[in-house]
């Protein structure tokens, strides 16, 4: 029941677990992330986006890091600032940008917000935003796991600000209660639209872990090994049958709460400090370090997105015939799919 804190990585922990090729692939997702991110606000601004915009620059490890230890059958609940678990389970960066012009291709083809969205046959569940609703759902998917005897697990992201509702806390009490193989990210990004977190809680949310009787660890949330580190060894757990997790991931969301927002509220010192901690730079030095390509990758990686972007603006909107199509279930749901994870493998891929 210890509430502990993650050793940091460099060079540790988490490079035990990964192939040199599994530490590029982070880079990749968080670059992609990023560069995807960017593009959607440029193409916000040119009206091609509709409705606002929300992104997760400077937070691109806590998403990437997590769902890289995931396996194929695992459940993923995934946020609107954690767009690099979605690009890990396999969505394409075409799709997602046709997400977010509303276009016949995106994942919802053209329902709901731009980035309330989820493909199930990559096990990544429709976002729902009535905050932390989603950690209601990943806690009923455990529960399912365990009644029926199945060895994955459910994992979910929040944010700081979520830990406030009530929703939080019967999700994780219930996941105590039953140890249920889930784990729940909290984004502790330091605020929760203008609210700073010394407004939002008197005792730091990690303790909260051994009040239901679980584990809680705080992570560098910038650091995507690190993340990927605490998420694998929760998983693991999950799969033992020790129950939940709550890993807190320290960061700082580097924008406005979205695109409407010019976070006036915010220190510019804080964003500066924080600047310095950028995950992306951080994961550069360590591969460089290890010889890789940096520039090589880049190239690849803003190729991709120009090819997306060509491809998304070319689509149609959807058919307004089709509107009420898929909103209700006809006849037989489909099967949920396994995933088809672009990623190395993680080795336990799973498979653990
Ligand atoms: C129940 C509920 N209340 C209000 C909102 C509107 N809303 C969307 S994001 C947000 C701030 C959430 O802050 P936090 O949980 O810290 O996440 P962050 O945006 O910082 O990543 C609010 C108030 C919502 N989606 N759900």
Known sequence: MATH???????????????????VWLLRAMLLMRGLEERAMT?????????????????????????????????LCILHRDLAAHLIRGVTPARILSQYMGRAAGITRGRDGNVHFGDRQLGCVGMVSMLPDMMLVATGMAMAFKLRGERRCAITWFGDGSTSRGDFH???????????????VLENNQYAYSTPVEKQFAVDPVERAAAYGFVGVTVDGNDAEAMFEAARAARERALNGEGPTLIEAETM??????????????????????????????????LRDAGVDIDALRAEVKASIDEAAEEALAGPMPDPSTATDGVFCSGEAEPLGDGQAPWSGFSSGGAA
């Open 253 to 286: 969301r580097m924008h406005g709460h979205a695109a409407h927002d010019d976070m006036k509220y915010v220190p510019k010192e804080q964003v500066e400090e924080w600047r310095k901690r950028d995950p992306i730079e951080r994961q550069e030095a360590r």
């Open 43 to 75: 193409l916000y601004r040119q009206g091609k986006v509709p409705g606002s915009f929300y992104d997760g620059y400077g937070q691109e490890a806590v998403s990437a890091g997590a769902a890289f230890a995931m396996g194929p059958q695992d459940r």
């Open 170 to 184: 019967e999700a994780m009490n219930w996941a105590g209660v039953q140890k249920l193989p889930v784990i729940f």
């Open 5 to 23: 804190t993650a050793e940091p990585t460099a060079g540790g922990a988490a490079v035990e677990h990964l192939t040199l090729e599994d530490r």
